[in-house]
Nanobody
């Protein structure tokens, strides 16, 4: 029905920047909301940033002032701009979208994740 594909991950030095993208394709009428999560080895998945159905934007404390979530509704694509990256930001980053499908059903979908490694 809907596929989410993250891109933009890789290796970056501490203090550097990286922009992740989450491209949605399929039977999409509207993307209501999109969230970015991350998971490091041995840790639980945690919310990084959310662009909610109500139009608000929320960030985890560790992301405030460094990360920026945005969306291009015309392209069905969400972005996570990450600046001033730290080694502790190393994780697999995944997007989740709340989608209104063509036909009227609302469902949530996950991408496969993209690895971000912050290291010198």
């Amino acid at each position: 029905q809907v596929r989410l594909v993250e891109s933009g991950g890789g290796l970056v030095q501490p203090g550097g920047s990286m922009r992740l993208a989450c491209a949605a394709s399929g039977s999409i009428a509207l993307i209501y909301a999109m969230e970015w999560y991350r998971q490091s080895p041995g840790k639980q998945r945690e919310l990084v940033a959310a662009s909610t159905k109500g139009g608000s934007i929320n960030y985890a404390d560790f992301a405030k002032g460094r990360f920026t979530i945005s969306r291009d509704n015309a392209k069905n694509t969400g972005y996570l701009q990450m600046d001033s990256l730290k080694p502790e930001d190393t994780a697999v980053y995944s997007c989740n979208a709340d989608v209104l499908l063509v036909g009227g059903t609302e469902l949530g979908f996950w991408g496969q994740g993209t690895q971000v490694t912050v290291s010198s």
